[in-house]
């Protein structure tokens, strides 16, 4: 039995099988998200911080609580019907996963916490494992901290080096920058599919081939990239791609490190304890296969079922028709904030997701961000956990509105009218 | 509580916000209050790395002078919403002495009833107050003024 709830007509779907070209009916997809409805500070919600973690679905809500009021259990340790049924939707869940992202089996799919977990990951067993001193791992200006840090500490723990590919001013990642990156020491590359801060959108397939063909991996960090648009890891051919659930309008507390076999097979645990072994004794244990060499402990196992629930909705919606719905409200929002005075894009790079930073002429963004909450515009302010890729454009922050599937040209609105009182106000 | 000390811009402030029923306005309060915070009255020099408070969103400098075993505070940050709260907090706590400072809580924080700021900038504030009794503890961050 799934502990995933079957969708039978979620109230925001019902458009979607009649017309799979179009985009969907945004005004029953708002009902499918029940915090829309609520009032901020006096005045409508405008959630515009999906980047940072989106809003769940009701699919999502119920799945979660029906876990917990009907079959909840711990999994793995399954001599009664309540662990069966906990396990076998947990193990759903890794199912769901793996078909989303097109992976060849479920062995391939790793639960974590999030992906800073899963980056830490790779980086305490493979990359302690594989990585000598001197070794390059390649990233980008525009990472996000959790694909930074656990390089750091292996540059301080083994003396490897990162070597960082440039951006261009306006945003962009060049192919060319990064293929010049490559050379006879670089061992990784660990790169974002998305940039948090400027929605930049690297081509992680041809960055796979130059990589492959100097047989460099190559690890992923798909947490602001599979939200936007559909993702084949077989097509990429990346051997490591670690997303969170929380951005994919599943629960926090959950995420997903997809591993090629061979990559999986060859890593030691990460973390020692229940759940990861095959056989223990006080002279001897024999660790368990992927994935669950990788999960110790009690996993989070309500979480799972969630982000299974999750990813049913969104596939229901169609990732494609979720990109082209997000590029529509991506260009309207170029015209209708270009338009505002002393308005300043940060990042305007030629391939990008529905993420816009920016600043305001004269205005902190703290305080840009202040009127805007105000007025009940929920964006996010500051270095976005991005201190180099802010020290690379000469800023001290930004403000980011992220869009959501969840969106409309009325909340692209509503920011512009805001902008204009943060104006007023602090002006 | 404000305890037996005498704290007259404080209660100013309190009152002030006291009267003012409603959350948008006292945000503009705030607001105002930044904007009136004379730029000028702030040294260039004041705002060294050394006088940085650190963990703000945005950039907050508080300086404190000794005069008569007495610490007399100004502060600055480059975002306006920012220099209102912390032109509230030197103004309110100068003229203490450590002993004084140190006797004030997260209470004196709470009673401004600044409802309409976010929890995370209540928090700011409350790191503030400790930076500033940190600083009484410490004799100041600037030379004292001989009295």
Known sequence: MSGVKPIDNPAGLSGVGDNSTSAFNIEQVRRDFPILERQVHGKPLVYLDSGASAQKPRMVIDAVREAYETYYSNVHRGAHYLSQRSTDAYEEARVIVQRFINAPSDKNIVFTHNVTEAINLVAATWGRKFLEEGDEVIVTEMEHHANIVPWHMLRVEKGIKLKVVPITDNGDFRIEDFEAALGPKTKLVAITECSNVLGTRVPIKRVCELAHARGVPVLVDGAQGIVHQPVDVQDLDCDFYAFTGHKLYGPSGIGVLYGKAEMLDSMPPYQG??????????????????????????????????????????????????????????????????????????????????????????????????????????????????????????????????????????????????????????? | MTGELDLPRY?????????????????????????????????????????????????????????DGRHYFQGFSDAIIVKGLVTMMVQSFSGLTADELNTLSEEHVRKLNLGALTTQRQVGMMAMLEHMKKLGRAGGNLPADAA
């Not at chain 1, 976005?384 to 800023?395: I, K, S, W």
């Open chain 1, 273 to 427: 304890g229940g759940d990861m072994i095959e056989r223990v004794s006080f002279d001897d244990i024999t660790y368990a296969e992927p994935p669950h060499r990788f999960e110790a402990g009690t996993p989070p196992i309500v979480q799972a079922i969630g982000l299974g629930a999750a990813i049913r909705y969104v596939e229901q919606l169609g990732m494609d028709n979720i990109h082209a719905h997000e590029q529509g409200l991506l260009a309207y929002a170029n015209e209708r904030l270009g338009a505002i005075e002393g308005f300043r894009f940060i990042g305007q790079a030629a391939d990008k997701a529905a993420i816009v930073s920016f600043l305001v002429e004269g205005l902190h963004p703290f305080d840009v961000a202040a009127v805007l909450d105000r007025q009940g515009v929920a964006v996010r302010v500051g270095q976005h956990c991005a201190e180099p890729l802010m020290d690379r454009l000469g800023v001290d922050g930004t403000v980011r509105a992220s869009f959501g599937l969840y969106n409309r040209r009325e909340d692209v609105d509503a920011l512009a009218a805001a902008i204009e009182k943060a104006k007023e106000m602090l002006g």
């Open chain 2, 11 to 67: 209660d100013e402030f309190v009152e002030a916000l006291e009267i003012i029923d409603d959350e948008d306005m006292r945000f503009e309060y705030i607001i105002d209050i930044g904007k009136k915070a004379g730029d000028g009255s702030f040294a260039d020099e004041w705002m060294s790395d050394g006088n940085l408070m650190h963990g703000c969103m945005s950039k907050v400098w508080i300086v404190d002078r000794m005069k």
